[in-house]
């Protein structure tokens, strides 16, 4: 059984990892078009974030300590956690214990639906309130609301991340444009 503080002492090998109740899943390294998908809904995201001064956002796969005895590290490929949550708190020198009220995963080629469910799954149960999940090769935004509900959001649409971020407006379209 590996710990998330064996997880963060790992020798760099070039491989990117999670930890999911004490067991290593290995990550192949993100596609290009993965990343630019990634960076631009980060940058709205962050944008907006930032313009508003609602909190932290992360990038980077950042690991996300999310579950303890067996220990669970998550890196969604983007993450907003607000100043409500925040409060008093120190960033972390390891995984951020703090979990996030917005992840955003983006889905690969290789990732099946059933692990990306499972992974949604976890990250609300873990208390995350809004889990964007990006579908590239649809031109797809599914928002998982801690409430258990779901909103769809194609190419003709508006993403919005209610009530996480009150206010936030995306075309969809921007996001997929290459």
Known sequence: MITADDLLALP??????????GELKVMAPAGDRHGEVADRIGRRVGNFVEL????????????????????????????FTSHARLFG?????????????????VVSPNDTQPEIDSK???????GVRLALVV???????VAHHADGTA???????TL???????????????????
């Open 12 to 21: 760099d090998d070039g491989k990117r990892y999670e930890l999911v109740r």
């Open 52 to 79: 508003h001064r609602l909190g932290r956002t992360v990038s980077a796969e950042t690991g996300v300590w999310i579950e303890h005895n067996p220990d669970t590290v998550r890196a969604p490929d983007y993450a």
């Open 89 to 105: 708190l120190p960033a972390s020198r390891g995984y951020a214990e703090t979990v996030p009220d917005l992840i955003v995963e």
């Open 120 to 126: 949604t799954r976890m990250w609300l149960e873990s």
């Open 135 to 141: 579908y590239p090769d649809a031109g797809l935004v």
């Open 151 to 157: 909103q769809q959001f194609g190419t003709g649409d």
């Open 160 to 178: 919005t991340a209610e009530p996480v971020l009150p206010g936030f407006e995306c075309p969809v379209a921007d996001i997929f444009t290459y």
